[in-house]
T-cell receptor, first 109, second 113 residues
């Protein structure tokens, strides 16, 4: 299908540890978006990556787009309890988004 | 600006009942869409609209109808509710195209008994 594969499905970390989620596609992606959904909330747009090899940072979050534009990652440095939630990547189609299955992050204080 | 507003927030239906989930946005966005979210399956696109009077099917359209008579509103109709439609439904919008960053509503949690 047109979904992207996202791993891991779940991740539990101690507060202060780092966290990474990966998004993989069998086909080349035109661009990719990342969203965060807090428990009980709605998805909120974080960032869009467009260029091959692109790296973008938002405070403790680092987003990467692979050189072949077939994978992407989100890395959080020194997690905090406010980072709890599910992180989704989404590939862009001609006029739609196709979401990955998400990685649910739990941060243990 | 209220952004994207969905009503109701919660709803319980019996199998075979029909209902309409409401979605309205006040950002003058052309593109609007409906997703359903089920555990372990991410968000799946049901229907979308690129502007008033234009709608199209997404990945999982069966059992749902939509219409777009105005730019602001994009209601989702369940024709004859089935237990398999128990889910959380999100409405989203973007300025002009579906591959732009989406603004989501707070969702409607729907249970079909």
């Amino acid at each position: 299908g047109q979904q992207v594969m996202q791993i891991p499905q779940y991740q539990h970390v101690q507060e202060g540890e780092d966290f990474t989620t990966y998004c993989n596609s069998s086909t080349t992606l035109s661009n990719i978006q990342w969203y965060k959904q807090r428990p009980g909330g709605h998805p909120v747009f974080l960032i869009q990556l467009v260029k091959s090899g692109e790296v973008k940072k938002q405070k403790r979050l680092t987003f990467q787009f692979g050189e072949a534009k077939k994978n992407s990652s989100l890395h959080i440095t020194a997690t905090q309890t406010t980072d709890v939630g599910t992180y989704f990547c989404a590939r862009t189609g001609a006029n739609n988004l196709f979401f990955g299955t998400g990685t649910r992050l739990t941060v243990i204080p | 600006n209220a952004g994207v507003t969905q009503t109701p927030k919660f709803q319980v239906l019996k199998t075979g009942q029909s209902m309409t989930l409401q979605c309205a946005q006040d950002m003058n966005h052309e593109y609007m869409s409906w997703y359903r979210q089920d555990p372990g399956m991410g968000l799946r696109l049901i229907h979308y609209s690129v502007g008033a009077g234009i709608t199209d099917q997404g990945e999982v359209p069966n059992g749902y109808n939509v219409s777009r008579s105005t730019t602001e509103d994009f209601p989702l109709r369940l024709l004859s509710a089935a237990p398999s439609q128990t889910s959380v439904y999100f409405c989203a919008s973007s300025y002009s195209q579906g591959n732009q960053p989406q603004h989501f509503g707070d969702g409607t949690r729907l249970s079909i008994l």
